[in-house]
């Protein structure tokens, strides 16, 4: 199977809070796990990327956490701003150099 | 350095015209990819190109053809458009590297009547 599956849709949080996007992935070849995030009239950018070799990942305020046994990854987003407003979608991939997306969530930051 | 760049911006096509779709990139990339994004469900695969005059199909290639031109180039095609193919259309690149990250073009919008 190639799906990967992410939740929420939506979701909005003020501003300093927690963002948690969550994804899970059925292909247990997968090894690669980006986050990309979309800003309205732009293409993606990767954000954060995580090999299952590793639970967790840290960059500044956004932090991958990796559960190989249930096939699933998360994106927090600590300290949420006005300017982390955006799409983001997590993706997986394998030694096929394709990636598969997940739906995408819309991060609203209110002020 | 511009990245990778798409053209047109936008296009309007009624159904059963045909167009092809640009897309360029100036970072001396072997893999190109052509997607789609749709509302709700994410960026598809449409055809990739692993490096110079290799093409492959991808997770929703029908109605749709590409062409490698070079290194720099890789057109997708619609022959005879239809109102399923209202989309907005992203072409990326990547160094023949595994998991070495996407870079995305800013898209093209298009809406067929």
């Known amino acids: 199977q190639q799906q990967v599956k992410q939740s929420p849709q939506s979701l909005i949080v003020q501003k300093g809070g927690i963002s948690i996007i969550n994804c899970a992935y059925e292909?247990?070849?997968?090894?690669?796990f980006p986050w990309y995030q979309q800003f309205p009239g732009k293409g993606p950018a990767l954000l954060i990327a995580?090999?299952?070799?590793?639970s967790e990942k840290k960059e500044g305020r956004f932090t991958i956490s990796f559960n190989k046994s249930a096939k699933q990854f998360s994106l927090h987003i600590m300290d949420s701003q006005p300017g982390d407003s955006a799409t983001y979608f997590c993706a997986a991939g394998g030694s096929s150099y394709k990636l598969i997306f997940g739906s995408g969530t819309r991060l609203l930051v209110r002020p | 350095n511009a990245g990778v760049t798409q053209t047109p911006k936008f296009q309007v096509l009624k159904t059963g015209q045909s167009m092809t779709l640009q897309c360029a990139q100036d970072?001396?990339?072997?893999?190109m990819y052509w997607y789609r994004q749709d509302p709700g469900m994410g960026l598809r695969l449409i055809y990739y190109?692993?490096?110079?005059?290799?093409?492959d199909k991808g997770e929703v290639p029908n109605g749709y053809n590409v062409s490698r031109l070079n290194k720099r180039e890789f057109s997708l095609r619609l022959e005879s458009a239809a109102p399923s193919q209202t989309s907005v259309y992203f072409c990326?690149?990547?160094?023949?590297?595994?998991?070495?990250?996407?870079?995305f073009g800013n898209g093209t919008r298009l809406t067929v009547t």
């Open positions: 990326a690149s990547t160094p023949l590297v595994l998991n070495s990250p996407l870079h």
């Open positions: 970072m001396n990339h072997n893999s």
């Open positions: 995580i090999r299952p070799d590793v």
């Open positions: 292909n247990t070849a997968f090894d690669y």
């Open positions: 190109s692993a490096s110079e005059g290799t093409t």
